[in-house]
């Protein structure tokens, strides 16, 4: 079966541009998490969205900003991009339930320059 | 805080050298523990799910194991191809579905 798309692989932007990234999650999944990758702080958790409802949201400021809709594919917007945007950003699709394993998909990288 | 901490950071072994990596956690309440793989530029590829003390789990050269305070991932007869960054996280009980909190990842080198 597909695995979790996302679109576009790779990404140069300037400083204070607006981003928009894309997350096609597997077929079946309707929870999609968003996750920021740094060599310095590692794996951290984005936003989570099930249903076309945020469910969850992790300590990043109001410029990243998400939506699903309602086929479960996801994106995510970052706006006023900063240099330390710079980063792998991952998306993981899961059913949602309490006993759900989460797939990554192969991430963007974006860089900010 | 719920956090998770993963020793070592890096570790080079010999093919055929036997090796455990170590993930410890303090979480509120586990809900799940996650060993994922990760090579260069791309996402982490899933290993295993652990979801209470004691639990035990293997697929092919990996086994891991769970207790209340820790996991251990251990690598029996490495081959160059295990080699890859090792991703640990837990997922808290009280109602943060979706949110993985990860270590920072053990990188596992294995030499021919």
């Known amino acids: 079966k597909a695995g979790v798309t996302q679109t576009p692989r790779y990404l140069i932007k300037t400083r204070g541009q607006q981003v928009t990234l894309s997350c096609s999650p597997i077929?079946?999944?309707?929870?999609v998490s968003w996750y920021q990758q740094t060599p310095g702080q590692g794996l951290q958790f984005l936003f989570e969205y099930f249903s076309e409802t945020q469910r969850n949201k992790g300590n990043f400021p109001g410029r990243f900003s998400g939506r699903q809709f309602s086929n479960s594919r996801s994106e995510m917007n970052v706006s006023t991009l900063e240099l330390g945007d710079s980063a792998l950003y991952l998306c993981?699709?899961?059913?949602?339930?309490?006993?759900?394993?989460?797939?990554f998909g192969s991430g963007t990288r974006l860089t900010v320059v | 805080e719920d956090q998770v901490t993963q020793s070592p950071e890096a570790l080079r072994l010999q093919e055929g050298e036997s090796s455990s990596l170590n993930c410890s956690y303090t979480v509120s309440g586990l809900r799940g523990l996650f060993w994922y793989r990760q090579d260069p530029g791309k996402g982490p590829e899933f290993l295993f799910t652990l979801y209470s003390a004691g639990e035990e789990k293997e697929k092919e050269r990996l086994k891991a194991t769970l207790t209340k305070k820790e996991s251990f991932l251990h690598i029996t007869a490495p081959k160059p191809e295990d080699s890859a960054t090792y991703l640990c996280a837990v997922q808290a009980a009280s109602g943060n579905t979706g949110k993985l909190i990860f270590g920072q990842g053990t990188t596992l080198q294995v030499k021919p």
């Open positions: 993981a699709s899961s059913l949602g339930d309490a006993d759900g394993g989460y797939t």
């Open positions: 077929s079946g999944h309707r929870s």
